[in-house]
């Protein structure tokens, strides 16, 4: 476990899509946060949702990262020393977790629907409107859970979360103090397929890696809580800088996915569009720029700091990527 206090980052891309230009603007920030403090970044590939997850986006994320000048110090091409980087390949950790947190009495069977669990192990969503679990199977009987699980009815499990405060600072948007109501109450850390969650995947391998710094984007600030709070019912260390980034939105007000296909890396980059373009649009939008120049990532670092992100999420016209990449 890493115990020196230097500056260890992350970039985790889910393989469930291609990399668009919404990603790359959170990758960026994060890859300029490590580089600013001279840090160390740790590629991650976050394909623990097997049905999502696909081989050819997972190639095609290193090689557009690579060609943004996006460098990582350690990650699935050049191993390192918290080796492998590929969460599906780090089952035996989350499952050990999982062990802790039962024998810890922290974990319950939930025998409720598929519907209502099967967004367990996607991306999170923003924090506006969080579902909240009602609670119901952990309130079940011994005896009806003990009979339900003889039958072999498929459960997930969840963490019995106390009601209590979960505080940490955000270096673009302030403090914050979760409680669990905030976040949708008792959440799933493994779902009734077996699958691990996205939340507890993140928040062992952050442990285990010695993540001190998280940037991404703030539609998973919420996240943070349930994230904090696994790794204390682990004993794992915590990340101690969180900054979440504003989103980049297309001119309708939607997120960035996988249906904008024209503003993925790959279609910029067949349509002739250079990384310098990209680097010195998306350098601008988080100003770090007074306008929108040819730059390396490298050249942006200097610039870079939290106090300069606009807070608010970015819309972007289709006369602004126009005008700047002719997409
Ligand atoms: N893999 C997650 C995603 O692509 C990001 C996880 C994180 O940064 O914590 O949405």
Redesign the pocket.
Known sequence: MQTSSRCIGRL???PTGLLHLGNVWAFLLAWLAVRKQAGSLILRL?DIDPARSKEEYRKGILEDLAWLGLSWDEGPDCGGMYAPYVQSERHRYYQHALDILMQKGCLYPCFCTRKEIQALAQ?PNGFEHVPMYPGLCRLMPEATRQSNIAQGKPYALRVACEDRSIAFLDRVYGSFAFSPKDFGGDFAVRRSDGVVSYQLA?AVDDGLMGVTQIV?GRD?LPSTAKQLLLQELLSLPSPKEFAHMPLLLDEEGERFAKRHKSLAVCSLRAQGVKPWKILGFLGHLAGLLDKPCDVSANDLVDAFQYEKIPREDIRLTNAMLASAFGA
């Open positions: 985790a891309p889910s976050e991306a993140v991404r998973i």
